[in-house]
């Protein structure tokens, strides 16, 4: 199939929030409840949670289209991590480094490459814009997820918190070296 990626407009932001709608749940593990799940979706995947991000110049989102359908997205976040657990786990990798903070494909899509597609093109976008790492933090149960991304070249560097509906879950912290002589 021919998935084509591209930096998303403002224009988007409505079909960015339907599809995080759809997906984002399939990132969840069990404990996170339809509720809480609805509830991290209000706050930060809205269309004006979208909207904000799409004027934000620290930040980059890429959309995968099929036959004119959204099936994907990315966001790229450009400025160093808060986090001291994400900042230790990098400080040995080459800097800077941007974090791939939502890669979302359609579930239809899945299997077919698309997200190999998205992937491409968040480190040809990370490279563009000087980065040297790109990282990323994924549930622990999110088993297809961690596959996609271990056969896209990620590997584990740590551990961090994230909270979804009052739980604190233990993601991993995966990373990336852009570029060959930095692994
Ligand atoms: C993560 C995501 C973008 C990957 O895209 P995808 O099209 O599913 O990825 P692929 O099919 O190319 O790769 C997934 C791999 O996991 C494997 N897999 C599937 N289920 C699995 C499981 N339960 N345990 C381990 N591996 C699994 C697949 O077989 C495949 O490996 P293969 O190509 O060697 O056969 C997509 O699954 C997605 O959007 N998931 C929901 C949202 C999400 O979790 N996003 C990530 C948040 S960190």
Redesign the pocket.
């Known amino acids: 199939m021919t998935v084509s990626v591209t930096s998303a407009t403002p224009t988007d932001a409505p079909e960015l929030a339907d599809l995080a709608a759809l997906?984002f749940p399939?990132?969840c593990p069990p404990e996170v409840t339809a509720a809480d799940s609805a509830a991290f979706v209000a706050d930060h995947l809205s269309e004006d949670a979208f909207a904000r991000y799409l004027a934000d110049d620290s930040k980059k989102i890429l959309a995968a289209r099929q036959d004119g359908n959204l099936i994907g997205y990315a966001l790229l976040v450009f400025f160093a991590p808060s986090d001291p657990e994400v900042a230790e786990a990098l400080r040995h990798l080459p800097a800077p480094a941007a974090e791939l903070s939502k890669?979302?494909?359609h579930p239809g899509?899945?299997?077919?490459?698309?997200?190999?597609s998205l992937m491409q093109a968040a480190v040809d976008t990370a490279v563009a814009s000087g980065c040297r790492t790109l990282w990323?933090g994924?549930n622990d149960l999110?088993?297809?997820?961690q596959?996609?991304y271990r056969?896209s070249g990620f590997t584990e560097i740590g551990r961090r918190n994230f909270t979804v509906g009052g739980h604190v879950f233990r993601d991993f912290i995966l990373a990336l070296p852009l570029f060959p002589g930095d692994e």
């Open positions: 997906t399939l990132a890669c979302y494909v899509a899945h299997g077919t490459g698309a997200a190999a990323l994924v999110n088993l297809r997820a596959s996609f056969k």
